[in-house]
């Protein structure tokens, strides 16, 4: 168990990059160096990750740990992977909460943003290019994307992805990809939430639940579920504020999900760090727990793969317009314009680590706004 600690707690601090990153680390240590698995033991883990909501990498550190050492493993291996992240954010929000509307940080957060909207537009093409493979899976995004221009529910939208990628999963009839807009069509408004003068712990809690127990496909989808529901819906956060702490989420260690212990922060302190962090990590936890030893049957199954591409390209028509959204209220002159045109330059053909773009970002962007 200590081992286990030790090494989880390093790759939680070191661990740059986002979740194929961290992947990388952990076949590093797990399968080259330690030999505690083979190579296919953990594409077998790695398959498992992908057919149930949550943070990867974070369920890929679960995975290990139950492999390890049962039960214990998996809490001793989950918690340490996420506590560096967590203290890391934690830290940093204290210091926004100070000191965020003083000109340096503003300046800083003006360089970072356009770089951070080009950094998850990048991550949105690599994912696309996995997942839409035919033509039923671009109709089923085409379709999902009309449903967010429209207003409707993430979650209705995944669902109904998921639904439309079971039924078109292995048919070849050119018909059928339309089945996906079918689907979607008949619903005309989307599931409201009510919004609060006064935000609880309790409130606090079930947004972050939600975005933790529904989230597929990567931990950029995270933008999607964060802004339709503490910007539109409960106007708890703008659209400044969001990018502010998707850039911390960002530039910072281990899970992207982390950000969640941002906004728990600057809404209501220490106390609103723990319930969001604990909130949007406990479905993985449960997951790991009571899947782990079906998924590699599940993987293999047909109507689970159905399921899990279409949630996935559903997924990403959500990530498509955050990204619009969010790269409107970043990208606002030259100078950002020029950020974000760099950043995709670097890491489309120069492959460059996201953290040094950010970290050149924030500098160019205090630079940019004292001379």
Known sequence: MIELARVFLKLGTISFGGPAAHIALMRHEFVSRRRWLTDQQFLDLVGATNLIPGPNSTEMALHIGRVRAGWRGLLVAGSCFILPAVIIVGAIAAAYVKVGTLPAVQSIFYGLKPVVVAVVAVALWQLARTAIRAPWHAAIAIAALAGVTAGLHELLLLLVGGVAGMATRGLRDSKVPLMGAVLIAPVAAPLAAGSAATVTSGQLFLVFVKAGAF?????????????????????????????????????????VFTTATFIGYAIHGTSGAIVATTAIFLPAFVYVALSGPLLPRLR????????????????????????????????????????????????LVLRVNPAWLMAGGAVVGLAATRF
């Open 215 to 255: 989230l597929f496909g990567s931990g950029y989808v995270l933008l999607a579920f964060l802004r339709a529901d503490l910007v539109e819906r409960l106007h708890w956060f703008t659209e400044q504020q969001l990018l502010d702490a998707v850039s911390i989420g960002q530039f910072t260690p281990g899970p």
């Open 300 to 347: 293999r199954s047909t109507i689970a793969a159905g399921l899990l591409d279409g949630v996935n390209i559903a997924s990403l028509a959500l990530m498509v317009a955050v990204t619009w959204e969010l790269g409107r209220a970043a990208v606002i002159d030259v100078t950002t314009a020029l950020l974000a045109a760099a950043t995709l330059l670097a890491l």
